[in-house]
């Protein structure tokens, strides 16, 4: 964990009441508390310039979530992350009262391929795999457009030339093979009008970006994307699959659930600016 572990008051099982242990066994027991409660994010400081940290546990009450929150603040951490357990009762009002912006309501759709019943789907256009060749600017403007809904766009305090930024390095990272095992597009003549990136996640095939330029869409490219997706996971041995996306994407929680998709859990993720 970079930076130093900041401590809290707790008195040690075994102290008396009113009597102060000892400063080792003080510290000893707030770093017990609170190690791996949360963690700096180092590739997200480096590009948004300031220190940024994700909370890991996803349950904590008002006293829990301030104690971390304030922990950050002397660690210099201007944002933090919490994907929080959206069933939690705790949970959401300790959000709210301590300033968090509800920048998602992260959807984990779950899918066993067997249960895919073969049909007589007929593609709505050829799909083929990404090739240097192809237009990277086509690619750069859908990687933008399938974050559209995602938290770095809807959170204000987030500059939109960092949201554009950061999902242009996040289409470059998958065509270079380094965030996806292989991209599927679809053209129309040498424009790239669709794509889907694909990966895994432990034993599940994974949908990452998938996005269909504007002036395509309502020609079913999406569902073409989909199930091309998941035919290439079943040719690769994947018996599960898994896409993630924002409960406020409609068309998109419609067009996973159409092709078979169910939601599996959905984590309510605040933003604090500290």
């Known amino acids: 964990m970079a930076g130093k572990m900041a401590l809290f008051v707790i008195v040690p099982q075994g102290a ?18 609170h190690m791996g ?8 400081t ?10 890991t546990a996803p349950r904590l009450d008002s006293e829990e979530l301030a104690r971390v929150l304030s922990t950050l603040r002397e660690e210099n951490v201007k944002l933090v992350y919490w994907p929080s357990d959206s069933t939690s009762r705790s949970s959401q009002p300790a959000a709210q009262s301590l ?19 073969s049909t007589q789907f007929v ?51 998958c065509l270079k093979g380094m965030l996806a095992d292989a991209v599927l597009v679809i053209r129309d003549g040498e ?6 990136t694909l990966g895994s996640k432990g034993e599940r095939g994974e949908i990452g970006l998938i996005a ?18 998941q035919q290439w996971f079943m040719a690769r041995g994947f018996r599960y699959g898994q896409v993630v996306t924002q409960q406020a994407n409609v068309p998109a929680c ?14 309510f993720y605040y933003h604090f600016w500290l």
């Open 123 to 173: 593609p709505a256009a050829a799909v083929e795999p990404y090739q240097p060749s192809m237009r990277i600017s086509d690619l750069e403007a859908l990687g933008v457009q399938s974050g559209e809904y995602s938290r770095f766009a809807v959170d204000p305090r987030i500059p939109r030339k960092k949201f554009v930024e950061l999902y242009t390095t996040w289409i470059h990272n």
């Open 16 to 33: 008396c009441r009113g009597r102060p242990a000892s400063e080792q066994e003080w510290a000893a027991t707030q770093v017990k508390e």
């Open 191 to 196: 424009s790239v009008v669709g794509m889907v």
């Open 212 to 229: 269909v330029d504007g002036n395509y869409r309502g020609r079913e490219y999406g569902e073409t994307l989909v199930r091309s997706a």
């Open 254 to 267: 419609n067009l996973y659930e159409k092709c078979g998709y169910s939601i599996e859990k959905v984590d």
């Open 99 to 117: 300033g968090g912006f509800l920048a998602d309501k992260k959807t984990t759709f779950f899918i066993d391929f067997s249960t895919i019943v």
């Open 46 to 55: 480096d590009f948004f310039g300031f220190r940024v940290a994700f909370i």
């Open 37 to 44: 409660m949360y963690r700096i994010l180092d590739w997200d």
